[in-house]
């Protein structure tokens, strides 16, 4: 990878024609230390519009922290300095690796020994409690070689004993500070963090899409690129996005920082998804903004078991439905008044699609008996919702936007054709403007079983096309009904106890 000869800082000067400062951004006049008496600006880096979570910092401390920390973490082989073509792979932080989902048991030794077959392990730092000295379940890792990060990565997931670990790369301070510490898609445009040669920063017409692909696709599986257009003029932005398939691609390329490519200097962040963007404008909280969950992620592995027969154990789970894939792990829980093990537990295997198979091979029977196995859902259900064969879809961020939403550009046969893959499709209903013919944005997809609406759900936002959707269930109308039904029977039951008669029992009030 060549990123050209390091440069000096009086190379640097003056503005370059993309819009940014040939410093980068905000950066001070010497030593690479950004000017933080320029952080009581109104936004940092706005040029790139608020696609990064970056620019939506608005107190002073804060940026100044995020700022200052850039000085002390980063990829660059000189200390202290934040030159865009001085990428040193193997600095520090490209080789560190946090883990976590560790057994409270597990030892520094265990660790290394499972963690070294994928390169000489420098430092194992297992998080203990002060006052215990117990762990809490996780560690950091640094590798010799960044190479051992990056075949852990692509080894996922990983095992010691009988408990599943999550690892992933080291976060910036800025990414931790803005909880902004998942992403697919990066941001990429002039540096404002980095210094760069006059004149070179941001995308130009010099560089394409399949430059783009080229360049990024040395980092993961890329599924969509994009650069910005000025749509009065149709001249380039000189910013864009790259998705990919896998968050660790994101997490790597962030840490990077800066990239060449064609002699352009470029600076990559974690992008904020649309949602998340006009989340914050409209003031909601990030726990509030929807966010797609990773099909690999335990949520879409694990399962919920119940109408087991007395007696069952976590071995007779094991036995039956180990048929269809590893499990991660079994539970059957103790009820606590008892001692005794309830009639129901949960299952996590090592991957969805076994969940899948699981699912499709239902009835099960475990013991003379069968039980209702589904996947476990993130709240307790009503029982209607629990049955419920029919979704709607909207917009991830509440309002239909150019992205967000279903839209024209979307026909019944697409909605049929991809959510067909999680089941089989009964009917699909898009809503429009009777009397404009105006897509409303939203619509309604009901299958012939509940498995498929679950599995959907817990999906959360899908991408079809050039656009963003969110599954939430939606009862049919005959649980409409029956629920409205049920309503009336319990009101009129209030009614009941709130007028009778006293000790005569009758109905009173009328």
Excluded: W
Excluded at 19 to 40: A, F, K, R, T, V
Excluded at 252 to 270: F, M, W
Excluded at 344 to 358: L, P
Excluded at 433 to 455: A, L, R, S
């Amino acid at each position: 990878m060549d990123y050209g000869r390091k440069r000096g800082y009086d190379d640097m000067r003056g503005y370059d024609n993309m819009g940014g400062m040939g410093y980068g951004m905000e950066m001070g006049m010497g030593g690479g230390i950004p000017n933080l008496m320029s952080l009581d600006t109104p936004a940092m880096g706005s040029i790139s519009g608020g696609y990064t979570s970056r620019e939506h910092v608005t107190d002073t401390r804060l940026r100044r922290k995020i700022y200052c920390q850039m000085t002390l973490e980063g990829s660059r082989g000189e200390s202290r300095r934040r030159d865009a073509d001085d990428y040193d792979p193997e600095s520090m932080i490209m080789r560190k690796l946090f883990v976590r989902g560790l057994d409270y048991s597990t030892q520094e030794a265990e660790i290394r020994d499972y963690f070294e077959r994928f390169g000489p392990v420098e430092s194992c730092d297992i998080a203990i409690h002060k006052g215990t000295g117990e762990s809490k379940g996780f560690c950091f890792l640094v590798f010799e070689k960044a190479a051992g990060v990056d075949e852990t990565q692509l080894a996922r997931p990983h095992k010691i004993g009988e408990k599943e670990l999550v690892t992933k790369r080291a976060t910036l301070m800025e990414d931790k500070l803005t909880d902004n510490l998942t992403a697919k898609k990066i941001f990429i445009g002039s540096p404002n963090s980095f210094t760069f040669k006059s004149g070179t920063g941001g995308l130009d017409n010099t560089i394409s899409d399949n430059d783009l692909k080229d360049y990024f696709g040395q980092f993961g599986e890329i599924t969509n690129v994009q650069q910005l257009y000025h749509n009065d003029t149709g001249s380039k932005k000189g910013v864009g996005f790259i998705t990919f398939d896998d968050e660790d691609s994101v997490d790597k390329i962030v840490l990077i920082g800066a990239h060449i490519i064609k002699g352009r200097a470029l600076e990559a962040q974690k992008a904020l998804s649309e949602r998340t963007i006009n989340g914050i404008k409209d003031g909601r909280d990030e726990d509030e903004i929807k966010k797609a969950t990773d099909p690999t992620s335990r949520t879409m592995r694990r399962l919920f078991i119940r109408s087991l027969a007395h007696g069952t154990t976590v071995e007779d789970l094991k036995e039956h439905f180990g048929q269809f894939g590893e499990l991660v792990d079994v539970e059957i829980p103790t009820i606590k008044t008892t001692g005794k093990k309830a009639t129901y537990g949960f299952m996590t295997y090592e991957k969805m699609e076994q969940v899948d198979e699981c699912m499709l091979a239902r009835p099960h029977k475990i013991k003379d008996r069968e039980a209702i196995v589904r996947r476990a859902m993130e709240k307790q259900e009503s029982h209607e919702m629990a049955n419920c064969t029919k979704i709607f879809l909207g917009s991830p961020g509440g309002k239909t936007t150019n992205t967000g939403g279903l839209g024209d550009s979307i026909s019944d046969e697409d909605l049929k054709e991809f959510f067909g893959q999680f089941g089989k499709v009964v009917s699909v209903k898009q809503i429009k403007n009777k009397e404009t013919g105006k897509h409303k944005g939203v619509g309604f997809i009901e299958y012939d079983d509940p498995d498929p609406v679950d599995k959907v759900v817990l999906l959360g936002i899908h991408q079809i096309k050039d656009r963003e959707v969110v599954a939430k269930k939606s009862m049919s109308e005959k649980q409409m009904i029956q629920q409205r039904m049920r309503d009336r029977e319990a009101r009129m039951a209030e009614m009941d106890g709130g007028y009778g008669m006293g000790d005569m029992g009758g109905r009173g009030g009328y």
